[in-house]
């Protein structure tokens, strides 16, 4: 399976075991988050005809076209992040795996890609396969640079406060959020040693603030 992953430039970001989970589907036995890895995630994603064809939502119709066919060749069922609401709890999925937890500022953060973390989509297995073992909060170690990276303070220990963070990315001074990604996802140090393109960062922010 990861050989088939890395040619998509996807990974594995983390999994967990169920039985009869009401949330996955009937005999679902592993969940797996998939995620972009890097390095080479953007050029490989922008050379896909999602990307070509100009159409909306490239990347959740690139999301759906892969990991759905990575999904029917292992007998498995595909869950995707977006199409809701109703949403598939992806949040609370990524706590079960043990490879991401709550920030200070309650964004997952991820063992290897920091606050960067994403998924692209999950895969419900009816086997039980092997995981890797849990690893470890890398907030417990660090000074939490996340907790006032907000330039708009916004984005806080306290809370999320998503019209503000609008209003910011309005005003010119939002610039810098705009085209690199939000300062605070890029303050913590476990996303510094992500690859993760600025370019890709900047197509989030503008799906999220159109
Ligand atoms: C709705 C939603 C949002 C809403 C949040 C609404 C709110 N807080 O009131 C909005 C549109 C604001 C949002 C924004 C973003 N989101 Co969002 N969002 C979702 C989504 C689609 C559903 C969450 C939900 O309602 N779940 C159902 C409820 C019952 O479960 P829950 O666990 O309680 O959900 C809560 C958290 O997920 C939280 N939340 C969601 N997004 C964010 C973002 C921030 C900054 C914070 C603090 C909390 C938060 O709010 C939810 C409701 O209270 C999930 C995908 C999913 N299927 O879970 C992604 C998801 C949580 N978001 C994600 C991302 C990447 C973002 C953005 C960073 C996107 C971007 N710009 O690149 C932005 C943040 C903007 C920024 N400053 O950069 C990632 C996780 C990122 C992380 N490291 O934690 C997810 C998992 C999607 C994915 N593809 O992986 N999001
Ligand atoms: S900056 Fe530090 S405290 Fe904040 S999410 Fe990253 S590792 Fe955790
Ligand atoms: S995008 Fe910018 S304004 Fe919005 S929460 Fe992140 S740092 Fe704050």
Redesign the pocket.
Known sequence: MKAALEAHHLEILGGFHAEDDPALPKGARTLLLI?PSEPGFWPHFTAQPEWQDGQPDPMDRWSRRVIGRLACDLGAKAL???G?????????W?LRSGR?WA?P??????ETQG??????GALALKERVELPAPGARPCDACAQPCADACPAG??TPAA?N?SE?HSFLDSGAGEG?LSQ??A??RACPVSQSYARMEVQ?AY??R???R
């Open positions: 995620g995707f992040p977006f809701g609401p109703p949403y598939h709890p992806f949040y609370q990524a991401a920030s500022v309650q964004l997952l953060v991820h606050l960067f973390f994403s998924a692209r916004a984005l999320y998503v963070c959020c990604g939000c605070v996802r960062s989030h922010m799906q999220f603030h």
